[in-house]
């Protein structure tokens, strides 16, 4: 049994490091795809997140981690530990948001 870090995504949201965090990945959207600066379409996962405290459902998966999505790695309501993350910000309409962007993680456990 692994314990998720409670408290996590408000502390990053926030842009406080947290240190391997263990988050549940309640489930994911694949977005329309994009076409990228040579011409090639890439497919973008957008995840809802948990730490068992909140929901982030602004989490997007890094494209190079796509397969842990199609090769069925990742899947609904698996426990990872986040080894590496980044945050941006998008002005949407005079409204920021603040995406999770997940760069590397390792499944622990389903």
């Known amino acids: 049994m692994y314990n998720l870090t409670e408290g996590a995504l408000e ?8 240190e391997k965090p263990v988050l549940q ?3 994911y959207k694949k ?14 996962y957008r995840l809802l997140v948990s730490d068992g405290q909140r ?6 998966l890094a ?18 530990r986040i080894l ?9 309409g005079g409204k920021e948001k ?3 962007h997940l760069t590397f993680c390792i499944k622990i456990s389903k």
């Open 11 to 18: 502390r990053i949201m926030r842009g406080t490091n947290v």
């Open 25 to 27: 990945i309640l489930g």
């Open 31 to 44: 977005l329309p795809r994009t076409v990228n600066k040579d011409g090639g379409a890439t497919d973008r």
């Open 55 to 60: 929901l982030n459902s602004f989490t997007m």
């Open 63 to 80: 494209t190079q981690l796509n397969n842990l999505i199609t090769d069925e790695i990742l899947t609904e309501n698996a426990i990872c």
């Open 84 to 92: 590496n993350y980044h945050l941006s910000s998008v002005n949407n």
């Open 98 to 100: 603040y995406y999770l």
